[in-house]
């Protein structure tokens, strides 16, 4: 399983990102995809789901703000991020079928 996550970047707080996540080696139709964060000196934090079934969730302090998707087709999940907060900077992961990719940091400034 391989995921390459990208989109991160530095932006100012009420501005968005938009992070991809790359699947390859597992179909994401038959899989859970999920975006984890690892705030500086924290630990990993799960952000949002979207089951194989398509069903989103969120952690309540994202919940309105990011979302989730997918497109079966190109094998790609997206976590959209809007009126982002320096309490949204991390380092943003995607995982899928126990693989993890390489993070993507996302720093937003007060």
């Known amino acids: 399983v391989q995921l390459q996550a990208s989109g991160g970047g530095v932006v100012q707080a009420g501005e968005s990102l938009r992070l991809s996540c790359i699947v390859s080696g597992i179909n994401i139709s038959m899989r859970d995809v999920d975006w984890y964060r690892r705030a500086p000196g924290k630990q990993h934090e799960l952000v949002a789901s979207i089951t194989r079934g398509g069903s989103r969730s969120y952690r309540p302090s994202v919940q309105g703000r990011f979302t989730i998707s997918r497109d079966i087709a190109q094998n790609t999940a997206w976590l959209s991020m809007n009126n982002l907060t320096p309490e949204d900077t991390a380092v943003y992961f995607c995982?899928?079928?126990?693989?993890w990719g390489r993070g993507t940091l996302v720093t937003v400034s007060s």
């Open positions: 995982t899928s079928g126990g693989g």
